[in-house]
């Protein structure tokens, strides 16, 4: 771990970015049909945000994103291992992708900053919580749940998860069943934090493989460490060695079309395609 930095001044400190009020909107999209005007604007305002998040992180990969819990303070023994799992991926040359907020993904995007590696944020507007963690070189603001998990796998070559709750199983078991269908590739899925971690998997092996509902395969897919070094260098061997990925000098950052890819000036390798 490297020594402690006073946190950096950002424009976004705001009560208005992050999980601010909801309008009623969003709400009222999820009750059921609704008038026909009002379906195409919905329809139209997806479409946006799906172009704004595609524009906003087209450039800022290669990725792993790290989801986990917005709960712990930074005193917790699982944000200061969230910030060792953003460490040693900033080190091995990736961008560390998060929600955006407190907790587990403030400290994975605090340990890519501690390194001086790329670190980006995908917010979700909420009715309660969040400012915005404040170690963020970049970030996006989404007003649908679907639209921001969305990114936060589009732009990964690997998933890292320390310990979280109802949001974190559901981004777990929904990278799980893209790569159970084949809608995405075998992408590494880590778990970090066996104490936490393992009575799930043992209800996974022990139930429902026993009944029939999952197959062994599908559970043996979790890689379960309490070592952040062992996760990235597992998260490592697999981006090299099956997806094409190689280490290469960092090209400086161009504009495409209106959008400037974004590289951190003081990294001298990244992970790029062959």
């Given amino acids: ?30 009750e059921g049909p609704r008038k026909r005007s009002f379906e195409l604007f919905r329809a139209l305002r997806i479409f946006f945000e799906l172009i704004r998040g595609f524009r906003a992180l087209h450039f800022v990969g290669p990725c792993v994103t790290v989801f986990g819990s917005a709960r712990f303070p930074e005193t917790h023994r699982y944000y200061k291992l969230a910030r060792e799992v953003g460490a040693e991926l900033g080190k091995a040359g990736f961008t560390v992708l998060t929600g955006g907020g407190p907790g587990i993904m403030e400290a994975a995007n605090r340990g890519a900053h501690d390194v001086g590696a790329s670190s980006v ?19 996006v603001d989404f007003n649908y749940f679907f639209v921001r998990k969305m990114m936060l796998v589009k732009y990964s070559y690997a998933f890292i998860v320390p310990p979280g709750g109802f949001g974190t199983m559901d981004e777990i078991f929904e990278t799980a069943t893209l790569i159970q269908t084949g809608k995405i590739n075998d992408f ?49 061997k697999a981006a090299v060695g099956r997806f094409g990925l190689k280490y290469k000098k960092r090209s400086p950052s161009r504009w495409y079309l209106g959008e400037k890819s974004h590289a951190k000036s003081d990294a001298s390798i990244v992970a790029s395609r062959k």
């Fill in 188 to 236: 590494p899925l880590v778990l970090v934090g066996t104490e936490y971690w393992q009575p799930m998997i043992d209800f996974l092996r022990d139930t429902m493989v026993r009944e029939g509902t999952i197959a062994e395969h599908d559970v043996n897919r979790l890689f379960l460490t309490d070592s952040p070094k062992e996760a990235v260098e597992f998260v490592t």
């Fill in 1 to 30: 771990m490297t020594s402690e930095i006073e946190k950096p001044k950002r424009e976004t400190d705001t009560a208005e970015w992050g999980k601010r009020a909801a309008d009623g909107e969003e709400t009222r999209f999820l």
């Fill in 121 to 139: 944020g995908c917010n979700i507007k909420l009715p309660k919580e969040q400012k915005p963690n404040p170690y963020l070189d970049k970030w």
